[in-house]
């Protein structure tokens, strides 16, 4: 047990109903990122606890996925007022061990992991679809529980983005075993106190902490887990996608970006500034982010003036000061990650406007909102992911060579485009490589719409029906005449 912020964390995993703490006492620390100082020693779970925490899912399942759908939706927003009960609680300690700012956390994320369980809830009720005919025979369409699912995330946004996952999931029928990411474990061990008073059957849902190679690798690799949602980068993606191979194990992967901010000159240029200076946000750690503005080059001047202003107006400090813009980087490893790619991308010859590396003033994590110009083309820094406050800056000079550039990386995960042309955005977005694409706006989400990435951003796609759709088996059964 540790407190967190002033809030008790029970830091064993949870399997079967039950905390388990750490097998042979093996823990890892958990460091905030806030100040460097260790917060809590989580129990580092290997096979045994991934086996452990497969088992009790596989028993759980067949009486959860006969559970009425109208129950199970009804545990869901128990689970959903539970975390609205602790949204204060939930926000302290997520803010302690990821360092994102605190006012995100209390006016956005967490009400966001509320809802997530109430949209999925909500969708199983109306989940369905008309029956139809075929030459007088009955065609009778259905959702059945794939079994046990296995759901890797993230440590930018740990609780909203594995809820993402879990809703749907459990929604389903499905139960489900969680590895959150080693950096930041709290909040899920939180989830599972909330969905237990909720009333979710033991077993239902699982968690287990620990290193990927350690924990995650025997859980994607069990020939017991009939789904395996991910989100985080290629490499590991690759690793999960390997691993699941050979049980033939269906995959949902959502993973980086180097998503483009397309500015051209007929659009809205308060708008547009606002739009880039945005990319910003959580220190730059968002896979959605458009970390590439380019700009049409009659109005680039004015645009890098408009943006250098308003970017030297944020404000980088303490997560928990509700007047902070910017806080810190997750990790000293990921600060490393981040400044290599600065360096690099100055050694290239790219020239840093603003920014371009640590912010001395505060010392420990915390990495200067940087923004580049004059980069070479094909450069580093233009076609990688760096998952920092570092954003590019391209000019265009026609609408050819926008979507060229736009189009100019192995990912396609989002796009961002301001304009004030409605033919120009129906033109240039039919021809992005996007799983999203935004206009005149950004990071505008709902629950209903596919998401998901192209070429290296990822495979399916979740959301709405494709959530279940990917987290049930979908049966068809057609039914001859019957005789009178």
Known sequence: MATVAGVAVDTGHWIGGERVPAGGGATFTDVSPIDERPIAEIARGGAAEAEAAVAAAHRAFPSWS????????RILHAVADG?????????????ADNGALIRSHRRGVMPRVAHNFRFFADWLLNLGHDDFETRGHTNHVSWDPAGVCALITP???????????????????????????????????????IA?????????????????AEVGGPLTAHPDVRRISFTGSVPTARTI????????????????????????????????????????????????????LLVESSIAEEFTRRFLEKAGRLTQGDPRDEATDIGPQIHRRHLER???????????????LIGGGPNEDLGGLYYRPTLFADAPEGAEILTEEVFGPVLTL????????????????????????????????????????????????????????????ARQSGVGREGGDWSFDFYCDLKNTVTAPWAR
């Open 83 to 95: 975390v609205e009960k602790r949204i204060e609680e939930l926000a302290q300690v997520e803010t």
């Open 241 to 292: 996608a390997a691993a699941a191979a050979p049980n033939l194990t269906p995959l949902s992967l959502e993973l980086g970006g180097k998503s483009p901010l397309i500015v051209f000159a007929d659009a809205d240029l308060d708008l547009a500034v606002d739009l880039a200076v945005e990319q910003y946000d959580n220190a730059g750690q968002v896979c959605l982010a458009a970390t590439r």
């Open 338 to 352: 981040v400044d290599g790619f600065v360096r690099r991308a100055k050694d290239a010859g790219a020239r840093a």
């Open 66 to 73: 006969r559970t009425s759908r109208e129950e199970r939706a």
């Open 394 to 453: 391209q000019t265009f000079d026609t609408e050819e060579q926008a979507v060229a550039m736009a189009n100019g990386t192995r990912f396609g995960l989002a796009a961002t485009l301001a304009t004030g042309d409605r033919e120009r955005a129906r033109r240039v977005t039919e021809r992005l490589v996007a799983g999203t694409v935004w206009v005149n706006c950004f990071f505008v989400r709902d629950l209903k719409a596919p998401f998901g990435g």
């Open 155 to 193: 440590w930018n946004a740990p609780l909203m983005l594995a809820t993402w996952k879990i809703a749907p999931a459990l929604a389903a029928g499905n139960t489900v075993v969680l590895k959150p990411a080693e950096w930041t474990p709290l909040t899920a061990s939180l989830l599972a106190d």
């Open 196 to 212: 237990a008073e909720a009333g979710l059957p033991d077993g239902v849902f699982n968690v287990v902490q620990g290193y990927g």
